[in-house]
């Protein structure tokens, strides 16, 4: 097994939560998540093999949760990195700012400098930036590096990170230094299958498909997070739920938009602000705030059509 720092092993056992309120080192808010048996064997996996975790499924099942739950729980600083369709695949690992040393050229030749500021524009170490992965390499413990939705950025992408990901190193151009990792960063990489991922590049992964939760685990997933609402009323709304899902399954298929559990979540917090009764009277009839769960014009249409069935 691998160890971390006093000896102890690398084990993520889905099992350790912050408290309601908690907030990161970072600031930000943190949540309880509860994965499955084999989404939590998937990541130790990851953990102990030293590759990357290549996590795909519905969008706002949890995929990208996950990285702030195995860093939380196994007390590890976590580096995230969103992808954007201008991404390039050495922005992860560092940046080098040339205007800036252009700036500071030209002010050191109107004499606007002084003699130590003149003296670091020598230094082409100054003008690096580093990104997610090229912090991580750097940290002497082993840290969580996030790739949020790879599949954003073009196709060059992932293989423009072959090596990095393989064999934990890389060069910084502009300085010739070889940076190579002192411990493995544990890698979790999301994509909502826009486009197909290089063979290479799916090669150095792990894979694993992060299936929709169970009626069980949504009502766990909804005590976790309000754990003081009455337990009438998430039973309910769940069952609201589950037949807008398989609904909306029968109209569009399994590869359409379904609803996600990040919008039970917004849907519920929003039912729970009435009185236990009214809300669940407003369960008896249309859909109450459709608008937080229905995204598009057709899924409405296909709304209003289930409303009149039920009236």
């Not at 690398?10 to 350790?16: D, H, M, R």
């Not at 600031?27 to 048996?37: A, E, S, T």
């Not at 007390?75 to 040393?101: F, P």
């Not at 894979?207 to 949504?218: C, D, G």
């Amino acid at each position: 097994m691998v160890k971390a720092v006093g000896g102890k092993l690398l084990e993520y056992t889905g099992k350790v939560q912050p408290q309601l309120g908690e907030r990161g080192a970072n600031g930000q808010m943190l949540y309880p998540y509860l994965p499955n048996p084999e989404l939590v064997e998937a990541v130790n996996l990851a953990i102990y093999l030293e590759r990357p975790l290549l996590l795909k499924g519905e969008p706002g099942c949890g995929k990208t949760q996950l990285a702030s739950a195995v860093a939380y729980e196994l007390g590890l600083n976590m580096e995230a990195w969103y992808v954007k369709s201008t991404s390039r695949g050495r922005d992860g690992l560092y940046n080098y700012d040339a205007v800036g040393r252009l700036r500071d050229a030209q002010l050191a030749a109107s004499s606007r400098l002084t003699a130590e500021q003149i003296q670091r524009i020598d230094d082409p170490t100054t003008y690096i930036r580093w990104g997610p992965l090229g912090r991580a390499f750097q940290q002497e413990n082993r840290t969580v590096v996030l790739i949020d939705e790879i599949d954003k950025a073009d196709i060059d992408f992932p293989n423009d990170l072959l090596l990095e990901l393989d064999e934990r190193r890389f060069i910084v151009e502009e300085t010739g230094q070889e940076i190579e990792a002192k411990a493995a960063p544990i890698v979790l990489i999301t994509s909502n299958d826009e486009k197909d991922l290089p063979d290479a590049f799916l090669r150095r992964c792990l894979f694993h498909y992060v299936e929709f939760p169970s009626r069980e685990r949504l009502i766990q997933i909804v005590n976790a997070l309000f754990p003081t609402s009455p337990q009438a009323l998430v039973d309910k709304a769940i069952v609201r739920f589950l037949l807008l899902r398989e609904e909306m399954r029968k109209d569009k298929g399994e590869a359409g938009k379904k609803v996600s559990t990040s919008e039970l979540i917004d849907w519920f917090r929003v039912l729970r602000r009435y009185p236990q009764d009214e809300a669940l009277a407003k369960l008896d009839g249309k859909i109450p705030y459709a608008g937080v769960l229905l995204k598009s014009w057709d899924d409405h249409i296909r709304y209003l059509r289930q409303s009149r069935g039920r009236e």
